[in-house]
């Protein structure tokens, strides 16, 4: 029997890429999620392939440990997990709301990754087959996300839980990794808004997909793995852990980045680049806005107008 994926999170809009993409690369999966009837429409999707739902969460220390007990009743081998767990976007200045907003937004969206790692890293040991287990964090953990500090602050601790967990997971023939995406999705409700270079979801599940089928190589793995719209190319264009986030570019892995020579028109033709480097225009864009608005606000109002 061939090892089945476990996505959790399923339902969710970065879940079904990850289903998807592991259907298409020929993978049993395991989904699930606490929606019901989202997981049904799921099975209704996918109903001629190798697909089991089940409606569980891992929002606790005891329903991460029922989902383990059920998971292993189903006696049948797993071969990776990817953690798409997430409670929502929260808007808002962090100075704004109290310290328990806070509080539930690592509730919600680091704690339960702790919970389902604790019993699901020791079930993939158990099956043997070696394998990844692979979380998904979102935008904001590198640098603050403007408008969304509650959020910047649980992807930055996501983060350190990976590193923690990629340590510990060391004592398991198990590989723990972080697939870190800085950008929003693009999806159907945001299509018509949505940047031009903005990830889909199953894009992200590819990718989510390829650290999971590469866990077996001797190349050495890094806790935190950037998302990647292309490939690297060269020598390192099979190695998905090479283009580490919080290591400094290198000149090999920079070069790596653009397209073979042989390939330059194809790319210009069929892709749309930004009009401006996209690692200089945020900071730019916050820092004329703030100016703005300090002028806005501080300013005294001439004689001619109203207060």
């Known amino acids: 029997m061939k090892a089945a994926l476990i996505v959790l999170g399923a339902t969710g809009?970065?879940?079904?890429?990850?289903?998807?993409?592991?259907?298409?690369?020929?993978?049993?999966?395991?989904?699930?999620?606490?929606?019901?009837?989202?997981?049904?429409?799921?099975?209704?999707?996918?109903?001629?392939?190798?697909?089991?739902?089940?409606?569980?969460?891992?929002?606790?220390?005891?329903?991460?440990?029922?989902?383990?007990?059920?998971?292993?009743?189903?006696?049948?081998?797993?071969?990776?997990?990817?953690?798409?767990?997430?409670?929502?976007?929260?808007?808002?200045?962090l100075l704004d709301q109290p310290a328990d907003f806070l509080r539930r937004t690592l509730d919600e969206d680091l704690l339960p990754h702790l919970a389902a790692a604790r019993h699901l890293l020791p079930l993939l040991a158990e099956s043997d087959r070696g394998g990844a287990y692979v979380l998904i964090g979102g935008p904001g953990g590198e640098h603050p996300w403007a408008g969304y500090g509650h959020d910047s602050i649980a992807a930055a601790a996501l983060r350190m839980l990976a590193r923690v967990l990629h340590d510990e997971a060391r004592a398991y023939p198990i590989r723990v990794q972080l697939l870190a995406v800085d950008s929003p999705l693009q999806t159907d409700a945001n299509r018509k808004h949505a940047c031009s270079q903005w990830p889909n979801a199953l894009s992200v599940g590819r990718r989510a997909l390829a650290l999971i089928e590469h866990s077996a190589a001797a190349a050495p793995a890094h806790a935190v793995v950037r998302y990647a719209a292309r490939p690297l190319a060269g020598s390192q264009a099979n190695s998905p852990w090479s283009d580490d986030i919080d290591l400094p570019a290198t000149a090999p892995i920079a070069e790596a980045i653009a397209p073979p020579v042989e390939n330059a028109a194809a790319e210009t033709t069929n892709t749309q680049e930004p009009d401006s480097d996209a690692g200089l225009l945020p900071p730019r864009c916050l820092h004329d806005a703030r100016t703005l608005l300090q002028t806005l606000a501080f300013s005294k109002p001439r004689s001619h107008q109203k207060t």
């Open 13 to 93: 809009a970065v879940g079904r890429g990850v289903v998807q993409a592991a259907l298409d690369g020929g993978w049993p999966v395991i989904a699930i999620a606490r929606d019901v009837a989202a997981l049904d429409a799921l099975r209704q999707e996918h109903g001629a392939s190798d697909f089991t739902a089940i409606s569980a969460s891992v929002g606790s220390e005891a329903d991460a440990a029922r989902l383990g007990d059920e998971l292993r009743a189903l006696g049948r081998p797993l071969g990776g997990v990817v953690a798409t767990v997430c409670g929502g976007s929260k808007r808002g200045r």
